[in-house]
């Protein structure tokens, strides 16, 4: 892996300069909150999660936290709920939630844990990919969702590769890179080996969606998605997987052909769904958007967009794409596809979206643990 494998997510923060990882173990270090904003009564985030809270915490009022309730009718596939509403003699079987990129906001994300009143009990979470890297504490995070078991699902992103390439010696983080906190963990390989036994593509007949980190290209349907994903899996879960993290990153080849073989292969089926956004009509990768000028054929769509995409008829959930709206595509769920990473490592929001309701939450991030955020 090179460290343009890190140049994908914009506009980053430089963080590394100016505050050591080693200090995001330990909360009360890092947390600078006015106590004066802590309302005692209400309930601090993760309580219902077990996660241990140092009895601080943000005013959840200050900002105002928006929910999003589109129509039926822009969820064609929700129009007749596959759970029951649930009913209020305790029997809700409990609800799906999809949260796009965490990126080690963990904070933020038990933020909106609250707000989602989420029960790991009976409810779950799915998450888009990206768990790890430029916020704050991904050590933290990284094992409140292990601890979770079954309760969660997560696919892997281009971010949490990075991860297990570092770990594995098959890459050198960068400055902007804040995995320090979990590399000198000592739990770290209890982390590494459950994270690199997570899957690329998580599928749910039952509630109907497919959830990737990034993308697929126009000739994969489903079962073909499936069988390319379970090629690289196999492999992580190898003890032998430094090899392939050392072969994997942003280079050739850019278009998919059934005879692809060796790391070629599973090089272009890793960038698919660690780091696709744009590609053209023949599923030539555009990893850079920067041929999206071209006309015809060879002009790059959002993945998503390409004509006869083979696995438009399956409702996608996916992240890695926090300036998706900001380019111009809202409003995607007539094409099923729920762009999920709204932007948290970046001061953006996190977005959740109930499944089986087909309803948005969104909660603003604050990053109030790094040194650079605005007060
Ligand atoms: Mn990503």
Redesign the pocket.
Known sequence: MNEAMTQ??GPDLDTAQIFDTAQLTDKNKVIGLNTEDVDPVAASPGHRLGVPWDGEHPNLNDHPDQTDSPKRSDHPHHSEPNHPEPDLLGTDAGATYAIG?VQGCFDDLLRLLDRLDFDPAVDHLWFT??LVNRGPNSLGLLRFVRSLGPAAVTVL???DLYLLAAAAGAWSAGRKDTLGGILDAPDREELLFWLRHQPLLWHDEQLNFVMI??GLPPQWDLATAKARAAEIESLLQNPSHAELLRELGPGKPWRWRDDLQGWDRLRYIANCF??LRWCDAAGRLDLTGERRRLKGAKRSLPWFLVPGRASATVPILF??WARLEREGYKRLDRQLVHPL?TGCANRGHFTALHLEKGRYTRVRCRNEALPWAEA
Do not use: F, L, R
Request: net charge negative; no cysteine.
């Open positions: 994908d997510t990129d990919g990206d992103g281009n971010h980190h990034a660690t780091q992240g890695h990473d």
